[in-house]
């Protein structure tokens, strides 16, 4: 079955200090890859996307990521983490073609909590 | 700036009334969603369109109603058949060829009077 796991339900780092959030996924084949960011009471925000290509994606707010097949991980990475960063973060994956129009696969989330 | 706007922010609904949800894009964006996301729980995908006057349904269709007269607009209609309504509602849109959500609108949380 498809699956996206992310391990931590919530991460604590200081202000300044690095980030990795991690993602792994079960598919068939390579699917389309999403990070996205929400905020208490907003909407989701999309921080970077994988469809293919190079494995190292570069998104907004600092963010990047890097796909492995090899490990089927997708982990978001900050090398510096700012306090407006603290909010909950999904990985998703999606399958390619019309058939699988906006039907995503959503981790459970992580929460990050920065301290200053 | 473009975006995606929704509104209500709060919406109360009483036993066996329908209310309806608006969603409007000022993006150019095709395609459209609507999802409910439950507390703990991903996204769930209710409809979508890819173009107006079409849609499809989702993962969790009943009780749900949506129409795209209009390329900016995509209402959903939670009927008095949806018994479980309360939860917060996130309509998306999108223009490249994944055919998954890009840009969300802020929601709309929906709660039984």
């Known amino acids: 079955a498809q699956s996206v796991t992310q391990p931590d339900i919530h991460i604590t780092v200081s202000e300044g200090a690095s980030l990795e959030l991690r993602c792994n996924y079960s598919y068939g084949a390579t699917p389309y890859l999403f990070w996205y960011v929400q905020s208490p009471g907003q909407g989701l925000q999309l921080l970077l996307k994988y469809f293919s290509g190079d494995t190292l994606v570069q998104g907004i707010k600092g963010f990047e990521a890097e796909f492995k097949r090899s490990q089927s991980s997708f982990n978001l990475r900050k090398p510096s983490v700012h306090w407006s960063d603290a909010a909950e973060y999904f990985c998703a994956v999606g399958a390619k073609g019309s058939s699988n129009t906006g039907k995503l696969i959503f981790g459970q989330g992580t929460t990050l909590q920065v301290k200053p | 700036d473009g975006g995606i706007t929704q509104s209500p922010k709060y919406l109360f609904r009483k036993e066996g009334q329908n209310v309806t949800l608006s969603c409007e894009q000022n993006l150019n964006h095709d395609a459209m969603y609507w999802y409910r996301q439950d507390p703990g729980q991903g996204l769930r995908l209710i409809y979508y369109s890819q173009i107006v006057n079409d849609f499809q349904k989702g993962d969790i269709a009943e009780g749900y109603s949506v129409s795209r007269e209009k390329k900016e607009s995509f209402p959903l209609t939670v009927t008095s058949a949806q018994k479980n309504p309360t939860a917060f509602y996130l309509c998306?849109?999108?223009?490249?060829?994944?055919?998954?959500?890009?840009?969300f609108g802020d929601g709309t949380r929906l709660s039984i009077l």
């Open positions: 998306a849109s999108s223009i490249d060829g994944s055919n998954q959500p890009q840009h």
